[in-house]
């Protein structure tokens, strides 16, 4: 563990995960192969969701810290481990895609759980929301707008929770989608800024449905 104060939060976030369900995402089993949009991807999903509270603890305790973490663009020096640029037109390279850091689904032993911890496009995404930043490229160039007050954060750590809730199985687009789910309900306002910055992000299942074809069951058995 790091001594800084992210990764104090980042352990913060096994807590939280491991009360709300109850148990620790991708605590059912173990596989013998990573299977996308699948429980499979859980175990990893469990360090992904620590540092999202890591980053939410960070808005929320350190208001002074800027969008830009004090300009240095560098979401990763604060929440520990690789580096992830914020999304800032001042910060290349920009844009996390999640189609490019997906957890590793080659070799044995199931998916990477380290996987979790710099999947920079879902970090980068939950920053934005903390924020209310809606960021784009256009021609090349990122742009972003908007810019809410530090309390405003609660309502996408409320969206964790909420889809904390729903068990320990659940893959990272799942979760997004329980996220979208709450936030919908409770906060309808919001849910166009979900929408767009799950879009940029590209949080979305495999369009071409890789995993059906995935020869490994289901946490029920079936291989649906
Ligand atoms: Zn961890």
Redesign the pocket.
């Known amino acids: 563990m790091q001594h800084r104060p992210g990764s104090l939060l ?2 913060l ?2 807590y939280v995960d491991n009360h709300h369900s109850p148990g620790l995402l991708g605590q059912e089993g173990s596989y013998a192969d990573c299977c996308m949009d699948r429980p499979h991807e859980a175990a990893a999903l ?2 992904s969701v ?2 999202m509270v890591a980053a939410y603890g960070l808005r929320r305790v350190y208001p002074s810290v800027s969008y830009t973490v004090n300009g240095a663009c560098n979401l990763g020096s604060l929440i520990g481990n690789m580096p992830h640029n914020v999304v800032d037109p001042a910060c290349y390279p920009g844009v996390a895609r999640f189609g490019d850091d997906r957890v590793d689904d080659t070799g044995p032993g199931g998916c990477n759980k380290s996987d ?2 710099h999947m920079d496009s879902v970090h980068q995404a939950f920053w934005e929301l903390l924020w209310g930043r809606s960021c784009g490229v256009v021609g090349g160039t990122t742009y972003c707008s908007g810019m809410r007050a530090p309390d405003y954060a609660d309502r996408w750590m409320e969206a964790l929770l909420s889809a904390l809730r729903m068990g320990n199985s659940q893959h990272i687009v799942q979760l997004w989608d329980n996220m979208e789910a709450f936030i919908a309900e409770a906060y309808p306002s919001d849910l166009a800024l979900m929408q767009h910055v799950r879009q940029l992000h590209e949080i979305e299942a495999l369009p071409h449905a890789e995993s059906a074809s995935c020869a490994c069951p289901q946490l029920d058995g079936t291989c649906g």
């Open positions: 980042h352990e976030g096994h469990a360090e620590g540092q979790g911890y």
